[in-house]
């Protein structure tokens, strides 16, 4: 038995929605379709993410640069087009739904290129760029562009994150101190517009870069406003080994990237709060595994060291983004299957996985957390949260891959609760709110039809029951098992 104890009658701490601040996409030309944007819309509406972050604003598919040709004589006359047209369609649709745009700053349109290098299956050119005035003067235009038609009072309230990962030569085909020149011309070409417009960066892999720089843009009078970091707990060998060349942390612990150990989404993120200084910090990019096909991601598991996380990290970030929204995925090339490890909260047919109704349940709370007591050195723990007369309780039972994990019977002792309090209870485990299973019962087809649709969807709706309080010498308690990487959802309706 493993006890806690929550007073809810305490005097609260505040509890900022730091987790709904973004959500991350797949890259900006998926913006243009209708699923993606009602899929959007929907994660807006019931989870309340206020940005969308996504990778290849500036990319070929997106049509954003392009030299003039010259079909007399059969030759580029040299000259660079802008046309920001299929941007303003993205960007005009985030508005009407009540939501902004985290902007990254890439990638690297191929007429400006300096080489050929590309990453994922829709070819994203990753090479600096052959002339830093052509770069600095697209930024320019971009952002001049934006406040033209949106208004500095709207993009003021924006935010201009520069590149993708450029300390991974996969996403960069340049050095760091490449990556900080390229840094520089887009912050200076940013706040040539406006001074007020936030731009920030290194947007590094496994919280990387952060002290260089911040020490690059000290030492050369570069404006930087955030700081943007990810991390995933897969990331625990090459976090702990960052001495070591990515080449070698492939060769030596790719077999050991699914175990890390319990807890370190949050020391990484307390080391880049103390690095980051007085500058806001912006995860803008995490998820419970960093591998596409992992199949966590569709399971009960993700939810629950979801919730650990997003309990963890309070207080020590301004956002903390959630890589992806939907399994509407292209970076390897788009997945048919409804269930195939993708990065999303959503299917691609929309439908949520777990981890999706773990952030409804939290955007459902309150804005007061409470101090739970107990449960010393369990995988079970619990979030305690009040809102107006609501007090909610969300309890996961989590452990790292490979580690030691049961079913335990948990009391949540409420001291001064009166027994008669209405209370309900909701589950997310693998016997509750498992679509995937659902989908395997059906012999997974790739192609589901209509009706294994609707299936699929009633598998995947959270259901809440009444449930009842023991009486206790102080007040009352609440008792239920949680299984093996299970969630368990608790309102009390206080007078």
């Known amino acids: 038995m493993i006890e806690f104890s929550v007073d809810p009658h305490s005097a609260g701490s505040p509890f900022p929605h730091y987790w709904e601040h973004c959500v991350g996409s797949c890259h900006a030309v998926m913006g243009l379709r209708a699923d993606w944007r009602e899929q959007l819309e929907k994660s807006h509406r019931e989870l309340g993410f206020q940005y969308v972050r996504f990778h290849g604003l500036l990319d070929d598919d997106m049509n954003v640069v392009m030299r003039d040709w010259d079909h007399a004589a059969g030759r580029s006359k040299g000259t660079v087009r802008y046309s920001f047209y299929n941007i303003d369609s993205i960007f005009d ?45 697209l930024i320019r235009a971009l952002t001049q562009h934006l406040v033209d038609r949106y208004g500095i009072d709207e993009v ?28 520089e011309h887009a912050a200076r070409a940013v706040k040539s517009v406006n001074s007020l417009l936030p731009v920030g960066g290194p947007a590094t892999s496994v919280n990387s870069w952060i002290p260089e720089m911040l020490e690059f843009c000290r030492t050369n009078n570069v404006p930087i406003d955030f700081v943007s970091t990810h991390h995933y707990p897969t990331d625990d060998p090459l976090w ?20 890390y150990e319990r807890g370190v989404l949050h020391k990484m993120t307390a080391r880049a709060r103390e690095q980051a200084g007085d500058l806001p910090l912006y995860y803008t990019e995490w998820n419970t595994s960093a591998w596409m096909g992992d199949s966590i991601h569709d399971d009960a598991y993700s939810a629950a ?4 996380a997003i309990a963890d990290n309070d207080g020590l970030v301004q956002a903390y ?14 997945f048919s299957a409804p269930y195939h490890g993708g990065f999303g909260l959503q299917n691609i047919y929309g439908i949520p996985k777990p981890t999706y109704r773990v952030f409804e349940l939290l955007h459902n709370l309150g804005d007061q957390r409470l101090a739970v007591s107990g449960g010393a050195d369990a995988t079970v723990e619990v979030l305690a949260v009040r809102g107006g007369h609501t007090l909610q309780l969300l309890a996961h039972n989590h452990n790292t891959p490979g580690q030691p994990i049961a079913t335990e019977d ?30 395997i019962a059906q012999g997974q087809p790739e192609y589901p039809t209509r009706a294994q649709l609707a299936e699929l969807e009633q598998a995947a709706e959270l259901i809440t029951q009444p449930a009842t309080l023991e009486a206790t010498g102080t007040g009352s308690a609440i008792k239920f098992a949680l299984p093996p990487h299970g969630v368990v959802a608790i309102t009390l309706t206080l007078p």
Not at 243 to 256: A, L, P, V
Not at 321 to 334: C, N, R, V, Y
Not at 413 to 439: C, F, M, Q, Y
């Open 240 to 259: 702990r080994h960052s001495d070591i060349s990515e080449e070698e942390i492939y060769k030596q612990f790719g077999h050991e990237f699914g175990k």
């Open 321 to 334: 983004s959630f890589w992806t929204f939907s399994d509407l995925f292209e970076e390897p090339g788009q």
């Open 305 to 308: 060291l979801t919730l650990k």
């Open 156 to 183: 003021r309230t924006w935010f201009f994150e520069v590149w993708n990962e450029p300390n991974l030569s996969y996403f960069w085909g340049g050095t760091q101190a490449q990556y900080f020149k390229l840094y």
């Open 93 to 137: 649709f985030l508005l009407k739904i009540g939501m902004k745009p985290f902007i990254e700053l890439g990638f690297m349109p191929s007429v400006l290129a300096s080489g050929t290098q590309t990453c994922f299956y829709y070819k994203a050119n990753v090479t600096p760029p052959a002339d830093w005035a052509e770069w600095e003067n």
């Open 410 to 439: 948990v009391t949540i002792n409420l001291p001064g609760v009166a027994p008669s309090t209405p209370v309900t209870i909701a589950r997310i485990d693998d016997e509750h709110l498992n679509p995937k299973a659902a989908w």
